[in-house]
């Protein structure tokens, strides 16, 4: 077992010891190398936040000199930091859009902070909101008046902004599904949340647990995920009033009981040191080397998992596919807003810059389906086999 391997077990095994109220003393660092590894695996994964739990001061102080221990203590503090200005951000967009009659739903991120314990901060990157598909509008002058500027959108449904300084939003209009069926269970739990206060509303427990257990099944699937959504489930898990009777037979549903049951191994694993055989040490590693959110080069030959096809219209179809309706080609090009007539003109520079786009991303794609080996495409097939995912 390598360095990083062995410090991403004691890491864990330190977090588990904090979250269950055991004696927590990690274990010694004998080198400056051993601090490195354990601080390099915490920031590939998120972690940072929980240095004082992976790392005894005095290892610190005798390993480290000032400067070096400075920098790592400025990281840490600049994190919180920056989590309790997305939190405050996040408050200050709920009451935006509630003053505006918008319904909404904030997801992940802040939102794994009831499931925290207090000497834990769950940093995010982001900030996610749900609105239903009619008041994508109203949301998106929302944030626009709150000095948030357009960035792209994904499929038409997912809509990111930002404002400096490093404020992120993912504005959904769905809540996520690789098929039709899918899609419909989750966006039906929008339908069970309940008021937080004026237009603001959050998923209960149950629905929480299953919609994050699904976004921890997209990662993974798509491109690998790190151990902090591992660790989000196992809190929800620990901590949330979670009814199973309702719970399971929705993930049966989606398909995604027998993933449940293997991230319950790995968990178990990981924070409560219970045993595990080969294939779910496996997975382990697999994990650790995915970091936050996976690396998409781990599964571009599984690009089309669970694709179906559906039955929508062709035009509305690839209007929601390239993203070639006037609204999203309005926020592509601003100048529709006043001139619309110019709608069918920018289709003309979408193509002639889709051209050289094209080109490039082909020739980039070339290159990376070259880079994956025969051994890791059977390793990562082997992966999601042990995950009970089943490639259709």
């Not at 590894?37 to 000032?66: E, G, M, P, Y």
């Not at 008041?135 to 929302?142: G, L, Q, S, T």
């Not at 495409?377 to 999601?384: A, G, H, P, Q, T």
Request: hydrophobic fraction near 35%.
């Amino acid at each position: 077992m390598n360095n990083y391997i062995e410090n991403g077990y004691m890491i864990c095994k330190s977090i588990g010891n904090s979250l269950n109220l055991k004696d927590n003393k990690p274990e010694k660092c004998n080198t400056k190398e051993d601090i490195d590894s354990r601080i390099n695996f915490l920031i590939a994964h998120n972690l940072v936040t929980s240095l004082d739990i992976v790392v005894d001061k005095n290892d610190l102080t005798s390993l480290l000199d000032k400067d070096e221990r400075k920098k790592i203590n400025d990281r840490v503090n600049q994190a919180v930091f920056r989590q309790f200005k997305c939190d405050m951000m996040s408050d200050n967009i709920s009451k935006s859009l509630s003053e505006n009659s918008v319904r909404h739903i904030v997801l992940k991120g802040t939102e794994f902070k009831r499931f925290y314990p207090d000497n834990m901060v769950r940093t995010s990157s982001d900030i996610d909101v749900y609105v239903s598909p009619s008041d994508e509008k109203n949301a998106d002058k929302v944030l626009g008046g709150m000095g948030f500027i357009f960035d792209k959108n994904f499929e038409n449904v997912v809509f990111s902004y930002k404002k400096e300084p490093r404020y992120y939003v993912e504005l959904h209009t769905d809540m996520e599904g690789f098929s039709a069926k899918q899609k419909s269970i989750l966006q039906a739990l929008t339908d069970n949340a309940s008021r937080v206060c004026s237009e603001k509303y959050s998923l209960n427990d149950n629905d929480f647990y299953i919609y994050s257990l699904f976004h921890l099944y997209k990662h993974f699937v798509s491109s690998g995920a790190g151990v902090k959504m591992f660790l989000d489930i196992y809190l929800i898990r620990k901590k949330g009033a979670l009814d199973y009777e309702y719970i399971v037979p929705i993930l049966d549903e989606l398909g995604i009981q027998g993933f449940e049951q293997a991230v319950t191994k790995i968990n178990n694993h990981l924070f409560e040191d219970a045993l595990a055989d080969d294939d779910i040490k496996d997975v382990v590693e697999f994990i650790f080397d995915s970091g936050t959110f996976g690396k998409v080069s781990n599964n571009r030959h599984l690009s089309k998992i669970n694709a179906k096809a559906t039955s929508v219209k062709r035009w509305d179809q690839m209007k929601t596919n390239y993203g070639v309706g006037f609204d999203a080609m309005k926020k592509r090009y601003p100048v529709l807003e006043r001139f619309p007539a110019l709608y069918p003109f920018s289709f003309i520079h979408r193509f002639f810059n889709g051209i050289i786009h094209k080109r490039d991303v082909i020739k980039s794609a070339a290159e990376r389906e070259r880079s994956i080996s025969k051994d890791r495409v059977d390793r990562y097939n082997k992966i999601l086999k042990i995950m009970q995912i089943n490639i259709q």
